[in-house]
């Protein structure tokens, strides 16, 4: 059943609506009718939420993302504009996704570093935070308050146990860096004076002190 959504608030920009199809333009963002959207939750224009997905209380999600089938975010989970999640993903408590985030098939963050059945953590949550414009594959565990960098790029199936820098490829069990990536999903190959070009849109990169950033 569905809740009475008359009283719920809308803030400036992230409104708070009923469930509802494509065909109804009225509506700020679209929620398949087998998707359950908890009291308290924004949820920006543009954004999809797909059968059998799960948004829990205070979630706040922002504008034209898309959340797939049997995804659960759980409660004050935070995910930027854009934020692309693929099936069967689980977003808990103490996750902040920024921008352009790419969370692929059946990916898995975790929020407490020591969990027992008997044993109580609620309020022990570690948070994670996943920077502007990363994609973690399918079928990778986030360990939590491993932070990951602006684009980076975590491979599918890897398990990741430590921060990861901006514009990093890791992969592997543990995972390992094993290179660098461009904003726009490509292997960038340094030459001898730290210069690398993307082979799709063409900025430059720098590599200095194993940190990579864009030269504007």
């Not at 660098?180 to 490509?186: A, I, Q, R």
């Amino acid at each position: 059943y569905w809740r009475d959504w008359s009283s719920d608030v809308c803030s400036s920009d992230l409104f708070i609506v009923p469930p509802t199809n494509l065909s109804n333009m009225e509506s700020t963002f679209f929620a398949h009718e087998s998707a359950i959207i908890d009291e308290g939750c924004h949820i920006g224009n543009g954004t999809k939420i797909w059968h059998f997905s799960h948004i829990m209380s205070n979630c706040k999600l922002g504008n034209n993302c898309n959340i797939g089938q049997n995804v659960v975010v759980s409660p004050e989970v935070i995910l930027g504009n854009n934020v692309k999640v693929q099936n069967n993903v689980s977003i808990y408590t103490g996750v902040i996704c920024e921008d352009d985030v790419f969370l692929g098939p059946s990916m898995v963050f975790t929020n407490i570093i020591n969990p027992r059945s008997k044993v109580i953590r609620r309020g022990q949550y570690t948070s994670t935070l996943v920077k502007k414009g990363a994609s973690i594959g399918a079928n990778a565990t986030i360990v939590c308050g491993h932070d990951i960098g602006e684009y980076a790029f975590i491979g599918a199936g890897a398990v990741v146990t430590k921060e990861i820098p901006a514009y990093a490829l890791v992969v592997g069990n543990p995972a390992k860096h094993i290179g660098w990536m461009s904003e726009y999903g490509h292997r960038l190959e340094f030459d001898n004076q730290g210069f690398a070009i993307c082979q799709e849109s063409k900025e430059k990169y720098s590599l200095k002190n194993n940190k990579v950033r864009k030269v504007k």
